[in-house]
T-cell receptor, first 111, second 114 residues
Framework: DAKTTQPNSMESNEEEPVHLPCNHS???????IHWYRQLPSQGPEYVIH???SNVNNRMASLAIAEDRKSSTLILHRATLRDAAVYYC????????????FGKGTRLSVIA | NAGVTQTPKFRILKIGQSMTLQCTQD?????MYWYRQDPGMGLKLIYY???????DKGEVPNGYNVSRSTTEDFPLRLELAAPSQTSVYFC?????????????FGPGTRLTVT
């Protein structure tokens, strides 16, 4: 699976939108973009995934660049509970290889 | 569904002792994984299994063993504990639905080896 690059940390004010970037310049045409997050002292949890089109679910939105070399996870109104490490991960179309985690982005939310 | 459960939650081992970390999932998932996470780092894959009776090494398998006799259970065995194995261990599972399938994680086991 291709590699991703994320900022080490970001900060947001509560109730403001947060845009978490991810670069994946070597992405292949069939790689899916997955986002997971890890709350303090918990296991990671799935957030969202996409292939080419932007995606929305109850937790977040995923905006994928037209050339697919980057993507952005959008939290529309950050809450204190959203403070976590966010991981951007690519997964090949077969899905047979395990998820490979980088260091992710540590998001701090200020009240 | 309970999802992925892990026991124990915490454990302190002395150097050279052995133990088994238990992992069970009730979602009938074929794929199961063991990861470890050192402080401030991302997760590293230890072993994984694509079904009962089939296991394979991940990135950091040395010092660990696994078995998969049933779909539900995927225990991780430490034979001779070393301080370098102090870490938080996460078990995970997913269905075999290709690149779109979500991976579910357990709450973790915090292990200290002294």
């Amino acid at each position: 699976d291709a590699k991703t690059t994320q900022p080490n940390s970001m900060e947001s004010n509560e109730e403001e939108p947060v845009h978490l970037p991810c670069n994946h310049s070597t992405i292949s045409g069939t790689d899916y973009i997955h986002w997971y997050r890890q709350l303090p002292s918990q296991g990671p949890e799935y957030v969202i995934h996409g292939l080419t089109s932007n995606v929305n679910n109850r937790m977040a939105s995923l905006a994928i660049a037209e050339d697919r070399k980057s993507s952005t996870l959008i939290l529309h109104r950050a809450t204190l509970r959203d403070a976590a490490v966010y991981y951007c991960i690519l997964r090949g179309v077969s899905g047979n290889t395990p998820l490979v985690f980088g260091k992710g982005t540590r998001l701090s939310v200020i009240a | 569904n309970a999802g992925v459960t892990q026991t124990p939650k915490f454990r302190i081992l002395k150097i050279g002792q052995s133990m088994t970390l238990q992992c069970t999932q009730d979602m009938n998932h074929n794929y199961m994984y063991w990861y470890r996470q050192d402080p401030g780092m991302g997760l590293k894959l230890i072993y994984y299994s694509v079904g009962a009776g089939i296991t394979d090494k991940g990135e950091v398998p040395n010092g660990y063993n696994v078995s998969r006799s049933t779909t539900e259970d995927f225990p991780l065995r430490l034979e001779l504990a070393a301080p370098s194995q102090t870490s938080v261990y996460f078990c995970a599972s997913r269905n075999v639905l290709g690149a779109r399938s979500e991976q579910y994680f357990g709450p973790g086991t915090r292990l200290t080896v002294t």
